[in-house]
């Protein structure tokens, strides 16, 4: 089956540290997402991809997040600096967008990130 | 800010019972979709209704969709062990971004066997 790779699956960093989660989309899909995963905040979506162009980051919190495809097989999240309250679990999807607005998700096992 | 709501927010239920989640949504769709997640993972996609269908099944799964209410419900019938997850609802608001997928706060199953 395909399926989103997403590395690293766990990362522990002190504040201050820069992060970078990396994502390997399914092969032939035109959408990627990356998002956020908090008990208190559920998951929010930070950043969207199509066609490898970011059509919205509004989540993101811009003085610290950034995200970028720099080809069709790698998407990347960086943090810099990072901060305690970053600390969540990544995730990553991809998706075919069709006719109607159908788009269905397939998600990576998630990058757990903790920030001491 | 969340585009879907789930309620209950828990749900606990023997093995064997049928299990009913619910979904409020804010904006029009072309789609609403479910997904689950269980613990440790990434969600996986259940089901995908459109905005022209009131109601779609798929194995112990059914879906309904009162765009009037701007509110879907997921049954799972029959349920077991292993349908223990959390249970969300994914939209896109077509004037957005039509494939923008905005989640729930989702639905904690747990099912007692």
């Known amino acids: 089956d395909a399926r989103v790779t997403q590395t690293p699956r766990h990362k522990v960093t002190e504040m201050g540290q820069e992060v970078t989660m990396r994502c390997q989309p399914i092969l032939g899909h035109n959408t990627v997402f990356w998002y956020r995963q908090t008990m208190m905040q559920g998951l929010e979506l930070l950043a969207y991809?199509?066609?490898?162009?970011?059509?919205?980051d509004s989540g993101m919190p811009k003085d610290r997040f950034s995200a970028e495809m720099p080809d069709a097989t790698l998407a990347t999240l960086k943090i810099q600096p990072s901060e305690p309250r970053d600390s969540a679990v990544y995730f990553c999807?991809?998706?075919?967008?069709?006719?109607?607005?159908?788009?269905?998700?397939?998600f990576g096992a998630g990058s757990r990130l903790t920030v001491l | 800010s969340q585009q879907g709501e789930e309620d209950p927010q828990a749900l606990s239920i023997q093995e064997g019972e049928n299990a009913t989640m619910n979904c409020s949504y804010k904006?029009?769709?072309?789609?609403l979709q479910w997904y689950r997640q269980n613990s440790g993972r990434g969600l996986v996609h259940l089901i995908l209704?459109?905005?022209?269908?009131r109601e779609k099944h798929s194995g112990r799964l059914r879906v309904t969709l009162d765009t009037s209410k701007k509110s879907s419900s997921l049954l799972i019938t029959a349920s077991r062990a292993a349908d223990t997850a959390s249970y969300f609802c994914?939209?896109?608001?077509?004037?957005?971004?039509?494939?923008?997928?905005?989640f729930g706060t989702g639905t904690r199953l747990k099912v007692l066997a």
């Open positions: 999807a991809s998706g075919l967008a069709a006719g109607a607005g159908a788009n269905v998700l397939t």
């Open positions: 994914a939209t896109a608001d077509p004037t957005s971004g039509t494939y923008k997928y905005i």
């Open positions: 991809f199509r066609n490898r162009a970011p059509l919205d």
């Open positions: 209704i459109r905005s022209n269908e």
């Open positions: 904006t029009s769709i072309n789609n």
